[in-house]
């Protein structure tokens, strides 16, 4: 029997997924690595780091599996997309990669913007500028630090870095190259007229391929480390959106994906590179060939959750290591005996800026409605509630595009509770379900390494014979009523303090540097 690896390089840590050749997952492992912000908005990572988690996770599957590495037909990569790796003459790292959730770029998206031209930007990139892009970051170090970008000799994605150290090659595929601003996304190809305006050498960047296409073979040397035989092939795999989309069986029309890890993240398959006229949501080319999608993506979506979790969850922490329970679980426990709506408490999840539908670095995140009457219950349920209405923003721009929604499979953290898949679907306003794998994108790419390897015909061969709804949950009205009445204010509270939140910014970078 043959097995495929897929790995997804993410911004906490690397997951790799071991499946058979019938698409079933016979393993998972993972290994963490540390994220650094030197400066307040700044987040960074040591791209040494996600070689070395990915050879630890590879071989850790493999052990956990019982399958020896030339059993491997072929490997899927996924990562975090917009991350910016430079490598040097010699491929050494030159910088800590600059990751998606960094905001430093402000300026750089206006100087972007001025330079090709808002209209035009929309009508190659499908996407306006902005500060999670690799564009932008690429600029930034142009400018900032000039010695830096006088030694680049090559530009990479996370993902593709480790494809880089595998290999030796130089590759990218589309769905991940969409989110560098630098693709023409309908013709699927780097944009010469993006790349003369930013006078960026095309030199610098990656062959760019379909997502099931194989790209690469494992080198003798990165065979020994990651435990695997020389010669294995490597398709394109896709950023982690559009990897996780195919993981989710999202390659097809009227399947909508809600996926709520760090960021949020909602998903649309598309036959053709449509796009809001406003820019509120991306479109990118689908890792699925000669396909698109628009995708709305939420900064801080798990990651307020767990910003909650880790500064005022102390007492659940305990009590958790006393029960051996998950501390997590307790918490949504909590948020299950406030009301809905939390007496009217909200929650604004912006503790990184925003992306969709603001696209606002400088947003904070906040508590509005704060009475005597409210305690850790009403915290919990509104943080939980406030990431969720960030969730259905993209949906209904995603809908006022005329995108049919026939079901919205939910994953990530948010579909581990029952609790928070209930709210989603009152929230939503419409039924939503699971399906029979968690694993998202290092599945989506283990599945295309059978597409590229010849186990399926296409993505849509892959996931048909794979994935499955496993349970379904109903919108309660009473419930939705609530949150139908409450949603308009929790959106005008944005509005109401934009003009504060650059106020805070231009505080805090007066007085803290």
């Excluded at 959750?305 to 679980?329: G, I, K, P, T, V």
């Excluded at 499955?468 to 009523?481: E, I, K, L």
């Amino acid at each position: 029997m043959g097995y495929l690896l897929g790995s997804d390089i993410g911004t906490t840590g690397v997951k790799t997924v071991l499946c058979d050749d019938d698409g079933q997952i016979v393993a998972t492992t993972s290994a963490e690595y540390p994220c650094h912000t030197p400066r307040p908005l700044w987040s960074e990572q040591e791209p040494t780091d996600w070689w070395e988690g990915t050879c630890e996770s590879v071989r850790a599957v493999l052990d956990e599996a019982g399958v020896s590495g030339d059993q491997v037909d072929g490997i899927g990569l996924s990562g975090q997309m917009h991350g910016l790796v430079m490598l040097d003459e010699n491929d050494e790292v030159i910088r800590p990669a600059i990751l998606w959730n960094d905001q430093r770029t402000g300026e750089e998206c206006d100087d972007i913007t001025d330079a090709v031209g808002e209209d035009r930007l929309m009508d190659i990139a499908c996407n306006p500028a902005l500060t999670g892009f690799t564009a932008p970051k690429i600029l930034w170090v142009r400018k900032n630090e000039p010695e830096n970008y006088e030694q680049c000799r090559r530009i990479l994605l996370p993902k593709d870095y480790v494809r880089f150290r595998m290999s030796g090659e130089y590759a990218t595929e589309v769905s991940d190259a969409s989110g560098m601003l630098l693709l023409d996304v309908p013709e699927r190809e780097w944009s010469d007229e993006i790349l003369d305006e930013l006078n960026i050498d095309r030199d610098l960047l990656p062959r760019c391929h379909e997502s099931s296409e194989v790209t690469a073979q494992v080198s003798e040397s990165a065979a020994k480390e990651l435990g695997v035989s020389p010669g294995t092939p490597i398709v394109g795999g896709a950023g982690d959106q559009a990897a996780g989309a195919v993981g989710n069986g999202i390659v097809r029309h009227g399947v909508i994906s809600a996926t709520l890890g760090t960021s949020g993240v909602v998903f649309a398959f598309s036959d053709s590179p449509a796009t809001d006229p406003e820019g509120r949501v991306h479109t990118f080319c689908h890792a699925v060939p000669d396909k698109w999608h628009v995708m709305g993506v939420m900064l801080s979506a798990g990651g307020s959750f767990h910003w909650l979790h880790d500064n005022l969850a102390d007492a659940e922490r305990m009590r958790a290591e006393e029960e051996d329970r998950d501390s997590f679980d307790i918490l949504t426990e909590e948020a299950a005996q406030a009301e809905p709506g939390a007496e009217g408490l909200f929650f604004l999840p912006y503790l990184t800026g925003e992306r969709t539908p603001h696209a606002n670095p400088n947003a904070k995140g906040a508590w509005i409605g704060l009475t005597p009457r409210h305690g850790k219950e009403e915290l919990v349920r509104s943080t939980m509630e406030g990431i969720t209405f960030g969730m259905k923003d993209s949906l209904e721009i995603i809908r006022g595009m005329g995108v049919d929604v026939e079901e919205i499979r939910v994953s990530g953290g948010g579909a581990k509770s029952d609790f928070w898949c209930n709210m989603q679907a009152d929230i939503y306003e419409h039924d939503v379900c699971t399906i029979n794998t968690e694993q998202g994108p290092a599945y989506g790419v283990a599945l295309l390494a059978g597409v590229g390897s010849g186990r399926w015909q296409s993505a849509d061969e892959a996931c048909r014979n794979s994935i499955r709804v496993t349970d379904s949950y109903r919108m309660d009205r009473t419930r939705a009523g609530t949150y139908s009445r409450l949603y308009p204010i929790w959106r005008k509270l944005y509005r109401d303090l934009e003009d504060s939140f650059d106020d805070i910014t231009e505080a805090v970078e007066e007085l803290y540097g």
